[in-house]
């Protein structure tokens, strides 16, 4: 069975940083994408960043690109998203998920979700 568990969240002030963690299990870590999406209360799931299985091909949402790193350590089997200088609209839920990655930043690239973690930026 599939499980992911994401840490990290939190509340913290804007221009500040959080780093989520999404530790993986039941399946071979180092042979699939993960990524990161977001969502807020009444909003579709919205993708944040994903990187493929080897770590070469990486990929963000605009509104993150320059603040937010993906990066994955497949001896942990872990998935890491560092993210500075937050800002308020940055506040949603975050989900770790892992699939195939077809399409990495997309919904449907992906088979398995965490329960989610809390980022809450205050202004």
């Known amino acids: 069975q599939v499980q992911l568990v994401e840490s990290g969240g939190g509340l913290v002030q804007a221009g500040g940083s959080l780093r989520l963690s999404c530790a993986a299990s039941?399946?071979?870590?180092?042979?699939?994408?993960m990524g990161w999406f977001r969502q807020v209360p009444g909003k579709e799931r919205e993708f944040v960043a994903a990187?493929?299985?080897?770590?070469?091909?990486?990929y963000y949402v605009d509104s993150v690109k320059g603040r937010f790193t993906i990066s994955r350590d497949n001896a942990k089997n872990t998935v890491y998203l560092q993210m500075n200088s937050l800002k308020p609209e940055d506040t949603a839920v975050y989900y770790c998920?892992?699939?195939?990655?077809?399409?990495?930043?997309?919904?449907?690239?992906?088979?398995?979700w965490g329960q989610g973690t809390q980022v809450t930026v205050s202004s």
């Open positions: 039941g399946r071979t870590f180092s042979s699939h994408a």
């Open positions: 990187i493929n299985w080897s770590g070469d091909r990486i």
């Open positions: 998920t892992t699939g195939p990655g077809a399409p990495l930043y997309g919904v449907a690239g992906y088979d398995y």
